[in-house]
C-alpha cells in the first residue's frame, strides 16, 4: 500500500476495481483545509481518462509494473502488434492501451508495462520524441520565420501537425509525443 505522497506519473494503481494509470498529478495545499492531490487516471483495461481528487494521506493501492523494450510491427485495424526485442515474441494490442498511436512508426521501439501478478500488458509508454518525415503540406516559403504563423502537415503514419512555414514536403521533423507538438527539423 501506498499513499498520497507517493503519486508519480506513470504509477499504476487499483481504483475502482480496475486499473489506472496516472498521467497528471497536482499537490494543492489550500490556505485553508486540508491537502489534497488531484489526478487525472487513464484506465489501462478501457483506454477512458477520469478526474479524481484524493485527501492527503488517502491509502492507494499501487500494481506493481515491470517493463519491457518492444518494437511495432504493424497495424490491422485497431490490433496494433509488437514484438519484444529480447526474445522475438510478438503480442497484439489494442488502440486504446496506446497514448499516441497515430505517431507510431513502423520499427519504433517502445516501452510496454505489464502487471507483475498475471503478466498481462497495461500499456505502452512512447519515446520522449519521434522522427517522421512529412508526406504532404502546402509549399513553404523562404523568409517566413519572423512570426509564430503554423501551417498543417501531414507526415508519413497519416498524423496531422502543425509547422512553421518553411517546412517542406521530404523533410523530416521531431515530434513530442505527449502533445504531438512540432519540435524541430531534423537534418541528416
Known sequence: MANTSDIRKG???KYNHDIFKIVEFLHVKPGKGPAFVRTKLKSVTTGKVIDNTFSAGHKIEDVRVETRSYQYLYAEGDTFHFM???DYNQISLEKSSLDAPDLLKEGEV???LFNTEDSMPLSVEMPASVILEVTHTEPGVKGNTATNATK?????TGAR???PLFINEGDKIKVDTE???Y???VKE
Open 11 to 13: 504509477l499504476c494503481i
Open 84 to 86: 519484444n526485442t529480447d
Open 110 to 112: 517502445v516501452t510496454i
Open 152 to 156: 498543417p502537415a501531414t507526415v508519413e
Open 161 to 163: 501537425i502543425n509547422v
Open 179 to 181: 502533445k504531438g507538438n
Open 183 to 185: 519540435q524541430e527539423r
